[in-house]
């Protein structure tokens, strides 16, 4: 069986750049790319199961920190799944209004990071 000498104009899903794919299936410019993705959708699934990992640790805190105003670093951390590193950047560049009563009394309005970031759902299991 021979080759088709048919080629598709593409875009690269990963670097997004033009190329001529030889078949309607080809995603990707080269094994690089092919590669590249496939580390990066691993590295994101890791990254999920974390967060839901976090939240299943902590459904009754979640359920607390849910009625309250103001929350800490820590229990925005589990609320949302982000690093406290992260929050803490936000906060330094001002993104994030925030109130210091102390060392580690660091208080973020719930309302404002649920603007900012949606919270991490948890997966219902079928029993």
């Given at each position: 069986?021979?080759?088709?000498?048919?080629?598709?104009?593409?875009?690269?899903?990963?670097?997004?750049?033009?190329?001529?794919?030889?078949?309607?299936?080809?995603?990707?410019?080269?094994?690089?790319?092919?590669?590249?993705?496939?580390?990066?959708?691993?590295?994101?699934?890791?990254?999920?199961?974390?967060?839901?990992?976090?939240?299943?640790?902590?459904?009754?805190?979640?359920?607390?920190?849910?009625?309250?105003?103001?929350?800490?670093?820590?229990?925005?951390?589990?609320?949302?799944?982000?690093?406290?590193?992260?929050?803490r950047r936000l906060?330094?560049?001002?993104?994030?209004?925030?109130?210091?009563?102390?060392?580690?009394?660091?208080?973020?309005?719930?309302?404002?990071?649920?603007?900012?970031?949606?919270?991490?759902?948890?997966?219902?299991?079928?029993?």
């Amino acid at each position: 069986m021979g080759l088709s000498k048919l080629r598709v104009p593409r875009v690269c899903e990963h670097c997004h750049k033009a190329f001529e794919a030889k078949s309607i299936d080809t995603r990707y410019c080269g094994r690089k790319c092919i590669d590249a993705s496939y580390h990066s959708r691993k590295k994101q699934a890791i990254e999920d199961e974390r967060k839901q990992q976090i939240l299943r640790d902590n459904v009754d805190i979640i359920a607390a920190i849910q009625t309250r105003p103001y929350i800490s670093i820590s229990e925005a951390v589990v609320l949302f799944g982000i690093s406290k590193d992260t929050l803490r950047r936000l906060i330094k560049r001002g993104r994030i209004p925030a109130v210091n009563f102390g060392e580690r009394l660091t208080r973020i309005s719930r309302l404002h990071l649920e603007n900012m970031f949606a919270p991490v759902k948890i997966e219902e299991v079928p029993s």
